[in-house]
C-alpha cells in the first residue's frame, strides 16, 4: 500500500443487501446472486442459490415439457424466491435488536465463552 493512490472518494455503506421485483422474464429466471443478496454475516447465499437452483430446474422442465403450465410453474418457482429471502430479512431484523444482543452478551450466559 506504500505507493497506492486514492483514485475516488472513500465511502462506506452499511446495508448492500438487495431483492429483484421479478423472478422471471421473457427466456429467463433469475437466482442465487442474481436475484437477492440479503447478508453476508449470517451466511444465507449459498443456501438461497441452491434452492433456487432447485426450484428453478423444475419450473423450467415445466415450461419446457409442458408449455401449457409455464404461467403457474413460474408463479410457483416465484412464490419460493419470494419466501427465503423474506423469512430470513424478517430473522435478521429480529437478531440484531438491541434485546437480543443484551441477551447474546448477557454475563450469565453459560455458552458465552
Ligand atoms: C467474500 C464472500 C464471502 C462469502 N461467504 C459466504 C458464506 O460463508 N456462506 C454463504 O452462504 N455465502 C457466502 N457468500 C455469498 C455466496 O458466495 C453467494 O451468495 C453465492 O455464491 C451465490 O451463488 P450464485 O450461483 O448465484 O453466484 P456465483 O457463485 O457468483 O456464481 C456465478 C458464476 O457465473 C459465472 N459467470 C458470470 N458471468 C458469466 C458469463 N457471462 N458467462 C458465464 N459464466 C458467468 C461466474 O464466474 C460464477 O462462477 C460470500 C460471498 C463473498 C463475496
Not at 421485483?21 to 449470517?42: H, K, M, Q, T, W
Request: glycine residues 8%.
Amino acid at each position: 500500500m506504500k505507493d497506492a493512490q486514492l483514485v475516488s472518494p472513500v465511502t462506506a455503506t452499511g446495508n448492500f443487501s438487495y431483492l429483484s421485483e421479478r423472478s422471471s422474464g421473457e427466456n429467463y429466471i433469475l437466482l442465487g446472486d442474481a436475484f437477492a443478496f440479503i447478508d453476508p454475516v449470517f451466511s444465507s447465499g449459498v443456501l438461497f442459490a441452491m434452492q433456487g437452483a432447485f426450484a428453478g430446474a423444475d419450473a423450467v422442465e415445466t415450461c419446457l415439457c409442458n408449455p401449457q403450465q409455464t404461467k403457474s410453474a413460474l408463479k410457483e418457482f416465484d412464490q419460493v424466491m419470494m419466501h427465503g429471502p423474506k423469512v430470513f430479512s424478517w430473522f435478521i431484523y429480529r437478531i440484531t435488536t438491541p434485546a437480543m444482543r443484551n441477551l447474546l452478551m448477557y454475563e450469565g450466559n453459560d455458552s458465552k465463552s
